[in-house]
């Protein structure tokens, strides 16, 4: 990559986003049938609005909106967080696995910030 942003599919952090939903996947794939429209879905939700946020505010007019999808995904971000110490604290999820998640989270949250930060008029 050049370092130009052609598309928000060009952004790190929507890659790292990315990824995390595809990971979330991954670690609800075999909990109990019984959580998957509560806990499972939830967690699989708070995932993919991150990445979709950054996209759609990436879309936008205007850096305002663009700034308001981001604190979006933000918060999206945070839920999640919430929604795996949950998952851990009931057993549906390691320790190790929610440390692992946690660590995306953290680097992600990072990079909206300053992203945000980024957009803020001078």
């Not at 942003?5 to 909990?31: C, E, F």
């Not at 990436?58 to 995904?73: E, P």
């Not at 967080?81 to 320790?95: D, S, W, Y």
């Not at 692992?100 to 992600?108: D, K, P, Q, V």
Request: hydrophobic residues 40%.
């Amino acid at each position: 990559m050049t370092g130009k942003i052609n598309s928000y599919k060009d952004l790190i952090v929507w890659q790292q986003a990315m990824g995390l939903a595809v990971a979330t996947y991954s670690l609800t794939k075999a909990w109990p049938k019984e959580e998957l429209y509560g806990l499972t879905s939830q967690i699989r939700r708070s995932a993919t609005s991150i990445a979709s946020n950054i996209a759609e505010g990436y879309g936008r007019d205007n850096t305002g909106s663009y700034q308001q999808f981001l604190r979006i995904a933000q918060g999206s971000l945070k839920e999640l967080e919430t929604q795996l110490q949950i998952a851990e604290r009931i057993g549906l999820a390691t320790r190790d696995e929610v440390r692992h998640m946690l660590s995306a989270t953290e680097a992600i949250g990072k990079m909206l910030r300053q992203l945000i930060i980024k957009l803020a008029p001078e």
